[in-house]
């Protein structure tokens, strides 16, 4: 199967690399153990693979959904520069959601008190990642450190933060109408608090028209 890389972020051990099949599914390039890549793979964004691969022994549950084990892989080249991610998205079919982030991930996000998106066990999505054009301009707004993005529609007072988490040198603005990718994280819960396991909502990258 032919796999476009749509993205690379990074995780505490290895680099999460996405990808897009042929007929436009999601997948989560995983080693043939079942492993992220390390920090040296060679997968980049807009390459073209020939993979063969396998379902993980021990599949994640949902809505993490895409993880597959690359058992051979080839490289066939790269996108060519005048097709857009929108593009080959739009001609395999795949759903780019629009407009407010509420609508992403079949409207079944919740948020916390500062405006970050999460699910939990109530209410999952199918997918662990998708595709979005925002209906405003997304804003650099790091806190503590950490790189972070801020949608305001004028719904909340401070608007909606989101952890960046692409290998991508962040910017300080990307643009109403940028193509996005939104990923949601694994499930984790605080161990010196009482709340539930929660899949927190991230941003990994965006494309150039």
Same mark, same amino acid.
């Given at each position: 199967?032919?796999?476009?890389?749509?993205? +690379?972020?990074?995780?505490?051990?290895?680099?999460?690399?996405?990808?897009?099949?042929?007929?436009?599914?999601?997948?989560?390039?995983? @080693?043939?153990?079942?492993?992220?890549?390390? $920090?040296?793979?060679?997968?980049?964004?807009?390459?073209? !693979?020939? =993979?063969?691969?396998?379902?993980?022994? %021990?599949?994640?549950?949902?809505?993490?959904?895409?993880?597959?084990?690359? =058992?051979? +892989?080839?490289? +066939?080249? =790269?996108?060519? /520069? $005048?097709?857009?991610?929108?593009?080959?998205?739009?001609?395999?079919?795949?759903?780019?959601?629009?407009?407010?982030?509420? %609508?992403?991930?079949?409207? +079944? *996000?919740?948020?916390?008190?500062?405006?970050?998106?999460?699910? %939990?066990?109530? $209410?999952?999505?199918?997918?662990?990642?998708?595709? !979005? =054009?925002? @209906?405003? @301009?997304?804003?650099?707004? $790091?806190?503590?450190?950490?790189?972070?993005?801020?949608?305001? @529609?004028?719904?909340?007072?401070?608007?909606?933060?989101?952890?960046?988490?692409?290998?991508? /040198?962040?910017?300080? %603005?990307?643009?109403?109408?940028?193509?996005?990718?939104?990923? *949601?994280?694994? !499930?984790?819960?605080?161990?010196?608090?009482?709340?539930?396991?929660?899949?927190?909502?991230? *941003?990994?990258?965006?494309?150039?028209?």
């Amino acid at each position: 199967m032919d796999v476009l890389v749509v993205s +690379k972020t990074k995780m505490q051990h290895g680099i999460c690399v996405g990808g897009v099949t042929a007929n436009g599914n999601f997948v989560r390039l995983l @080693d043939e153990n079942g492993y992220h890549p390390d $920090d040296s793979t060679n997968y980049e964004i807009r390459q073209v !693979w020939e =993979i063969t691969y396998r379902n993980p022994n %021990n599949p994640r549950s949902l809505p993490h959904s895409e993880d597959v084990c690359v =058992i051979s +892989k080839r490289l +066939k080249g =790269i996108l060519d /520069e $005048d097709i857009t991610m929108i593009d080959f998205l739009n001609r395999r079919n795949v759903n780019i959601y629009q407009g407010s982030i509420s %609508n992403l991930f079949e409207s +079944k *996000l919740q948020y916390t008190q500062n405006g970050a998106g999460f699910i %939990n066990r109530d $209410d999952i999505p199918q997918n662990s990642v998708c595709f !979005w =054009i925002a @209906d405003r @301009d997304i804003n650099r707004s $790091d806190y503590n450190g950490k790189i972070r993005y801020n949608y305001n @529609d004028g719904s909340r007072r401070w608007g909606y933060n989101i952890s960046y988490v692409g290998l991508s /040198e962040p910017i300080d %603005n990307i643009p109403q109408g940028t193509l996005i990718r939104m990923s *949601l994280a694994h !499930w984790w819960s605080p161990d010196d608090s009482d709340v539930e396991e929660r899949c927190y909502l991230q *941003l990994s990258g965006w494309y150039q028209t």
